[in-house]
């Protein structure tokens, strides 16, 4: 059955009691009026903490000192707890900055904002963390604050994320005077941002194209993000050819890395080129443009670092470039998905050889909107060793073996993947699911024995019945799992949920529009966690109208 609630160590009790002084404390201060009259968040608006700052250091003096890092610890917890004041949430940010050189402020105003930079340019110069968040989901219209003044007093800032801000050019060409330990850069949404700003980064010109030998200094950057901004192909192109540390960068892509090396393509001159240090690419649907033969190949030649590879399946792609994988040395992670373009990669000449050269690598395996058929069997027998596999979204499903493959074992034989934690399974969508389009229930009942599963997301799955989460529970007793996720499996009932409300440490299930399960059954189940005290959340989602049968 889940866990009832345990009881806690007395770690654990401490650390509660000291959270809970520390929470009643800043309440405290939130409403005192200090001795020139404004409480203190008004002080923090105006960049003034002289006074907090004497209240922050005596407390802390009455803390032991193997505390006070499990107190920076709860901190990010913190803001995830809709309870909690803006203020709260300030105060435990002020206590972050000074116990670990980190800040992240969530949904603030740009006054606090502004006000507690200002504080931590003097409080915190060593400054290693900064992130600025606004949420979308927060209603509150968040005004621009002003970051600009007070980048150059973090110069040994590593990590700043500052996406959906309105910050400029000039805000790149401050960082890339001044903070050379930059190793994280994360302006997604940022509209102003645009190439020009790119090359401040890492280029010794300034916005307006200007030699400038102050400038370009963050050359050590690994992650980069640019969604969202005026960044083009081309201002990507000057980050990968002047960041020689760069890892991944979300806006990258095996195409982009055609365009810079076309001409090398062509004449075969591929030994010029540089090696990168990108770990992750993808091959991206980009407009109507198809594919340009051999540039996989290319690509993987001058990245010999990649562990990661997204591939869409665009128009031009052939089985001959999937194979092309099979170089990628430290190959961990693939994920080959469909799109609207007519595909040429198939099962057999394309996927399975790959998977029988780098299946037993794989830690990561996402097939996902295609059109070809899958075998499970096969893929199962071939990635014996994965830690997330996502079938979803695929039109067709099959169990028979094709004559280019011979499996080492016979099905009834095959070992379950002994190490899958996380496994995502779903049909395409109704519109274009036929009778194949649902993962058979011999594969579904194999792939849940699996004995660590901790997520299991399952969606638009007939196949998945009572009787198939019965037979699984005969060899997986699912004591590791933790969140379940059904939706729009309208052959589950009642009696295939309650086999998660055994002996296991289950802690969320969610259960969205599966039509066979009933509000009672809903009142059932929430009725069972309440008697039993279980710390096990459930949610669910039920439609007034049941689906229509599509054999009608």
């Known amino acids: 059955m889940p866990h009832a609630r345990e009881m806690k160590s007395l770690k654990r009790l401490c650390l509660d009691n000291v959270e809970k002084a520390v929470d009643d404390w800043i309440n ?53 707890e809709k309870n909690r004041s803006k203020g709260n949430q300030l105060l435990w940010c002020y206590l972050e900055m000074l116990l670990s050189e980190e800040i992240v402020l969530v949904n603030q105003t740009a006054e606090n904002v502004d006000g507690f930079l200002q504080i931590a340019s003097r409080r915190c110069p060593l400054l290693k963390q900064l992130e600025i968040i606004q949420s979308t989901a927060d209603d509150i219209f968040i005004q621009p604050y002003r970051l600009e003044p007070y980048l150059q007093k973090f110069q040994k800032l590593q990590k700043l994320n500052i996406g959906g801000d309105d910050v400029g050019d000039s805000c790149m060409e401050i960082l890339g005077a001044f903070c050379k330990d930059l190793r994280e850069l994360n302006v997604s949404f940022c509209s102003q941002v645009t190439d020009a700003g790119i090359a401040t980064l890492c280029v010794s010109v300034d916005h307006l194209g200007n030699r400038n030998e102050a400038l370009g200094q963050c050359k050590s950057i690994v992650k980069l993000w640019t969604n969202g901004t005026q960044v083009t192909d081309k201002g990507i192109q000057i980050a990968v050819r002047n960041l020689p540390y760069l890892e991944f960068c979300d806006m990258a892509s095996i195409q982009i890395l055609t365009d810079m090396h076309r001409k090398d393509l062509l004449n075969q ?64 992670e693939l994920v080959i998905k469909g799109c609207q373009d007519s595909s040429e990669i198939t099962f057999e000449d394309g996927v399975i050889p790959l998977l029988e050269s780098k299946g037993r690598n794989l830690n990561v395996l996402k097939l996902q909107d295609l059109s070809i058929p899958i075998n499970i069997n096969i893929v199962s027998e071939l990635c014996p060793n994965l830690h997330v596999l996502a079938l979803t979204g695929n ?136 008697q039993n005290d279980w710390n096990l959340v459930l949610c669910y989602i039920l439609f007034l109208v049941q689906p229509s049968n599509e054999n009608d």
């Open 269 to 332: 001159e591929l030994l010029e080129i540089p090696k990168y240090s990108f770990n992750y690419l993808k091959l991206k649907k980009k407009h109507s443009s198809r594919y340009i033969g051999g540039s996989l190949k290319m690509v993987i030649s001058f990245c010999p670092s990649l562990l990661r590879v997204h591939i869409t399946a665009i128009t031009g792609l052939k089985d001959a470039d999937l194979l092309c994988l099979i170089a990628v040395e430290k190959l961990c």
């Open 28 to 80: 405290k201060l939130l409403v005192e009026v200090t001795d020139n009259g404004p409480n203190v968040i008004d002080l923090l608006e105006k960049g003034e903490d002289d006074s907090l700052f004497k209240h922050v250091t005596n407390f802390f003096d009455t803390l032991p000192s193997t505390l006070l890092l499990d107190i920076a610890k709860l901190v990010p917890y913190k803001f995830h």
């Open 395 to 530: 039109r067709e499903y099959t169990t028979s073996m094709g004559d280019s493959f011979r499996p080492k074992r016979m099905k009834f034989d095959m070992p379950k993947l002994k190490n899958l934690v996380k496994l995502c399974l779903g049909s395409c969508c109704a519109s274009c699911r036929r009778s194949n389009s649902c993962i058979p229930s011999e594969n579904l009942t194999f792939l849940l024995s699996s004995p660590l599963l901790v997520e299991v997301d399952i969606r638009n799955c007939d196949t998945l019945t009572d009787e198939v989460f019965l037979a699984a529970a005969k060899s997986n007793s699912f004591r590791h799992l933790e969140e379940l996720i059904l939706g729009g499996c309208h052959s589950i009932t009642n009696k295939g949920v309650n086999v998660f409300m055994q002996e296991n440490g289950i802690k969320k299930i969610i259960l969205i529009g599966c039509s066979k399960l009933t509000l009672d059954d809903i009142f059932e189940l929430k009725l069972k966690v309440v």
